[in-house]
């Protein structure tokens, strides 16, 4: 079993910078890739970014040169750095780690942190 917290959402101006933090609690399952995913009110939920162990990354179009992701695999931690951020960044953002243990994969989502960018 693994347990995310999320830290880091608010309130911001358009072209403002929020960082979101989401640290998982220590397991025997091995971390595999971990995530950012977003929802905006009556949207469905969609990827924006994502690492894996061996440090691959993947973006959302609509955030690419505008968003990092990373991670400290020592503190089991995924960052989201968001720059130059736009009122159609607004969501709430959930974390999303893949543990495995043996040839089992599971899926653990955060909380959710809401994120408003203002005009």
């Known amino acids: 079993q693994v347990q995310l917290v999320e830290s880091g959402g608010g309130l911001v101006q358009a072209g403002g910078s929020l960082r979101l933090s989401c640290a998982a609690s220590?397991?025997?399952?091995?971390?595999?890739?971990m995530g950012w995913y977003r929802q905006a009110p009556g949207k469905q939920r969609e990827v924006v970014a994502t690492?894996?162990?061996?440090?691959?990354?993947n973006y959302a179009d609509s955030v690419k040169g505008r968003f990092t992701i990373s991670r400290d695999n020592a503190k089991n931690t995924v960052y989201l750095q968001m720059n130059s951020l736009r009122p159609e960044d607004t969501a709430v953002y959930y974390c999303?780690?893949?543990?495995?243990?043996?040839?089992?994969?599971?899926?653990?989502w955060g909380q959710g942190t809401q994120v408003t960018v203002s005009s």
């Open positions: 999303n780690v893949v543990a495995q243990t043996g040839i089992s994969r599971y899926y653990y």
């Open positions: 220590r397991s025997t399952f091995s971390i595999n890739t």
């Open positions: 690492i894996s162990s061996g440090g691959n990354l």
